[in-house]
């Protein structure tokens, strides 16, 4: 999920309104030779300060979902990025440092790398470490802020508990002062009367008023259901429709989300962003979030629209912006039921893949491939040739002992 306003995001306002743009270079190519050196393991070619933790989770994750298994030293560079009480920060330039209390922890990155190592199996210390100090770090309302002790907003809550589910954990009950996850997650969400019916803002204001947030309502339509950032396409099949009975169950504010996310995608298929000072542009990365909620909600049917969007406009967009997109757009290809390997005629994951370090089972099959082309005449030929030297061998041992009986 996109989750853009973490101090994070908003420390890379400008790469974000950039990222809006055409691309006029593939990063993916690797660093500038006047670059820095990027930490070896690590998925993208961007400063990693404010989303290495997260950027790499998500590549994990999408790549997991696409039976393809990551390389050792990828996975090794997440885990060593988590501090001994169990949290993660964004990035940690020296990892073999301890965590101190300058370092800037936060539920975000942190419920994020839990949601990639569980899926990929094998992590059950340094995601119950995680969870544990997740649980610690929970507010009174049953939320979480992106800072532990910072209010509970939206975005934070729902990756929380897609990393609660994904730990084997039931969200609801996980509980402080009696409040869970899906009570916090409840208050931000509008009534179906009013500008943003059924939507959920990000944070109320400083005079409690809350306001529609597309970012907010896509991560909380799928977190409300229980599910993570890499959820199937398992929806009702029916159609959305914002409906108020009272304080909603989790589910029906679901719905109630997944409405106005489809109105706001009906016209022409994609969100758009608006930033101070920039011209309106399409919102790529919240639009991929909206065809996950939209066919987690209601089925891949509900979902075609933006996803056809996503197909024909997307590449220039995910080629600039690097691993986390190309995760967004697996996520979202694989929730509507399209093919990732062929996305508006992309191959989204071999596009991940050549992010960072080659995949185990891709760096294999290159090996296998080199030693083909290696022979110019190809593996029979390499059999001939053993097959040849096998029959001369047992002509020699065979003359051996004729010697040695005569």
């Not at 929806?235 to 504010?253: F, I, L, Q, Y």
Request: aromatic share 6%; proline share 6%.
């Amino acid at each position: 999920m996109n989750f853009r306003r973490s101090a994070a995001a908003l420390a890379a306002a400008v790469a974000v309104i950039g990222s809006a743009a055409p691309a006029v270079a593939d990063t993916s190519a690797g660093p500038s030779p006047s670059s820095p050196a990027l930490p070896a393991g690590l998925y993208g070619t961007t400063d990693p300060q404010y989303d290495g933790v997260w950027r790499q989770s998500l590549a994990l994750l999408a790549q997991h979902t696409m039976e393809v298994r990551p390389a050792a030293k990828a996975v090794d560079w997440l885990t060593g990025q988590q501090c001994a009480e169990g949290s993660f920060a964004a990035f940690r330039a020296e990892p073999g440092k301890a965590c101190d209390a300058k370092l800037m922890v936060d539920t975000n990155s942190t419920a994020a790398a839990v949601q990639a190592l569980a899926a990929l199996g094998g992590h059950d210390t340094a995601t119950g470490k995680a969870v544990s100090w997740l649980k610690s770090v929970q507010n009174k309302d049953g939320g979480w802020g992106y800072t532990p002790g910072g209010p509970s907003d939206t975005n934070s809550t729902s990756v929380v508990i897609g990393a609660l589910a994904a730990a084997g954990q039931k969200p609801e009950s996980v509980v402080k002062d009696g409040k869970s996850p899906y009570d916090a997650l409840l208050t931000f969400a509008l009534p179906c009367s009013g500008d943003g019916a059924g939507a959920f803002a990000y944070q109320p204001d400083k005079k409690g008023k809350l306001a529609a947030n597309a970012d907010a309502t896509a991560a909380a339509v799928v977190a409300a259901l229980g599910q993570g950032m890499a959820p199937e396409g398992n929806g009702k099949g029916s159609e959305a429709r914002c409906e108020d009975s009272g304080k909603p169950s989790p589910d029906r504010a679901a719905a109630n989300g997944a409405s106005y996310l489809a109105q706001a995608v009906a016209k022409d298929g994609h969100l758009t962003s608006s930033l101070p000072g920039a011209t309106d542009q399409p919102d790529f990365g919240n639009t991929a979030d909206t065809v996950v909620a939209l066919a987690v909600q209601s089925g891949p049917a509900q979902a075609q629209k933006p996803l056809k969007w996503l197909e024909k406009n997307s590449e220039a967009w995910a080629k600039q912006s690097g691993p986390a997109a190309y995760a967004q757009l697996v996520f979202a290809a694989r929730a509507a039921g399209a093919d990732p390997r062929d996305f508006g005629g992309v191959d989204l994951v071999e596009r991940l893949n050549a992010t960072g370090p080659a995949p185990q089972a891709a760096a294999k099959k290159d090996t296998e491939d080199s030693a083909k082309s290696d022979s110019p005449f190809g593996v029979w030929w390499t059999v001939g040739v053993f097959l040849v030297a096998g029959v001369g061998i047992g002509f020699l041992l065979s003359g051996r002992k004729k010697q040695g009986r005569s």
